[in-house]
């Protein structure tokens, strides 16, 4: 075994344990207040295989404060209205006002996200896999060597080998419902010599609960891309099954999204229950957890990747400020202030998520905009807390 610290010179040095939004989000974050980090990402490539996503003012605020609004502007869009349809008829109609936001594909952000932490002087190693963290700020890796920090982020995702290795216990709760999501053409034309009046530029939430539960969420994500994510109950075989989608089930129920769908049918498509994870802590001494591997939420107030950038942004400001032997009791002071938020988040999405509470529409109102209205990069956000 190999020990290699690195950092000893005037620049901190922090491990982070995988390159999804989290990881790179408190990478770029750290590099930018003067540390050194690595990011080792198992994948053997850095790329994101997911499809579509929609980000709020919170993440919006830190993609700004890393100076990238300009290209996430140019590879995202933002539709006019959020549309909720019940038995396709329209129950709402939102333009969110007040909440900047936007859509855009996920290897888009994820691309835009790894180019800037290149830029920034990170260090990121693919085929790098982590086995396990230790409180002290090290991480072993599959290879056998080990590595170690004055911080360590785990950022591996909901089976996070970071906090089962520390072990750090938690509950989950699983939804009787599930998705699967495509990235597929916007098929623009078709759509509209089907349905002449509808804004196919807006996002629009199909749901369907009788004679079956099978909702359709259709995001488009820049001129050329459609994120459809299609959701079905985990114990509806047909409306769940993967790779391929029972096409005929879900033209049935929604005949109008056939071209899209029939896209959709064309690619392997995997089945996601939906779930809510809930640790008993965020840290052990100089290892912080962030992303889905300390909170992964339901997506219906699409905020996990939000909350998992807040937090990463944050744990970099909260680490950066403190100094380098005070660094596990600021871990412990950030998870006391940030993490309500985040709790709160995960409460409300899996409401949504267990009442299906989506299809009355009209949900960006009151205390469900809190995390879309957070900005972590604002330095009074806790004066009145
Ligand atoms: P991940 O994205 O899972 O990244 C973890 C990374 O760590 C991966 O690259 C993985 O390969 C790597 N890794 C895993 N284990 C190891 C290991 N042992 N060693 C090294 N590397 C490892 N959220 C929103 O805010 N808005 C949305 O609209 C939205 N829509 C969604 C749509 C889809 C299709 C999905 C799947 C999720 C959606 N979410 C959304 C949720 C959000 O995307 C996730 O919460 C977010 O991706 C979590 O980011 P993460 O970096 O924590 O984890
Ligand atoms: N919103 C978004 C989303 O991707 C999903 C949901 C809501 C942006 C599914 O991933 O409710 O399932 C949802």
Not at 162 to 182: C, K, M, P
Not at 291 to 314: E, F, I, K, R, V
Request: aromatic content about 6%; hydrophobic content about 40%; proline content about 5%.
């Amino acid at each position: 075994h190999q020990t290699e610290v690195r950092g000893q010179g005037s620049a901190r040095h922090a491990e982070i344990a995988g390159a999804g939004f989290a990881g790179l989000t408190a990478a770029i974050a750290l590099a930018r207040r003067g540390w050194s980090v690595r990011v080792h990402e198992k994948g053997l490539e850095l790329r994101e295989q997911g499809a579509g996503i929609v980000l709020w003012n919170n993440t919006l605020r830190i993609l700004d404060a890393f100076g990238l609004t300009e290209e996430i502007e140019r590879g995202s869009m933002r539709p006019p209205f959020y549309e909720t349809r019940m038995q396709n008829r329209i129950v709402s109609d939102e333009d969110v006002p007040g909440i900047p936001w936007r859509t855009m594909t996920r290897p888009f952000l994820h691309s835009v996200l790894s180019s800037a932490a290149i830029r920034e002087g990170v260090e990121i190693v693919t085929g790098s896999e982590v086995v396990e963290a230790r409180d002290a700020g090290t991480l072993r890796l599959a290879n056998g060597s080990e590595v170690s920090g004055d911080l360590v982020i785990g950022a591996d995702g909901v089976g996070s080998a970071v906090r089962d290795s520390l072990d750090i216990r938690y509950e989950r709760h699983q939804a009787r419902d599930g998705i699967t999501r495509f990235l597929v053409p916007r098929c623009k034309e078709e759509l509209q010599a089907i349905e002449p009046d509808t804004e196919w530029d807006n996002v629009i939430d199909f749901w369907n609960l009788e004679p079956r539960v099978l909702r359709v969420l259709y995001t488009p994500a820049n001129d050329r891309e459609l994120y459809i994510a299609l959701m079905a109950p985990a114990d509806d075989a047909e409306g769940s099954a993967v790779p391929t989608i029972n096409l005929d089930v879900w033209t049935s129920i929604h005949p109008q999204l056939t071209p899209v769908l029939k896209k959709a049918a064309g690619i392997e498509g995997k089945y996601f229950r939906y779930q809510t994870n809930r640790l008993e802590q965020w840290t052990r001494g100089r290892v912080a957890l962030v992303g889905d591997a300390a909170h992964a939420m339901a997506p219906a107030l699409a905020q996990g990747g939000g909350c998992a950038m807040m937090n990463a942004y944050t744990v970099a400001e909260a680490a950066s400020a403190a100094s380098t032997g005070d660094i596990p009791d600021a871990l412990v002071e950030w998870e006391r202030i940030e993490r309500p938020y985040t709790d709160r988040c995960q409460t409300r999405s899996q409401r949504y998520a267990d009442t299906r509470g989506m299809s009355k529409g009209g949900q960006f109102v009151g205390e469900n905009n809190e995390t879309a209205l957070y900005d972590p990069t604002d330095p009074r956000r806790h004066d009145d807390v």
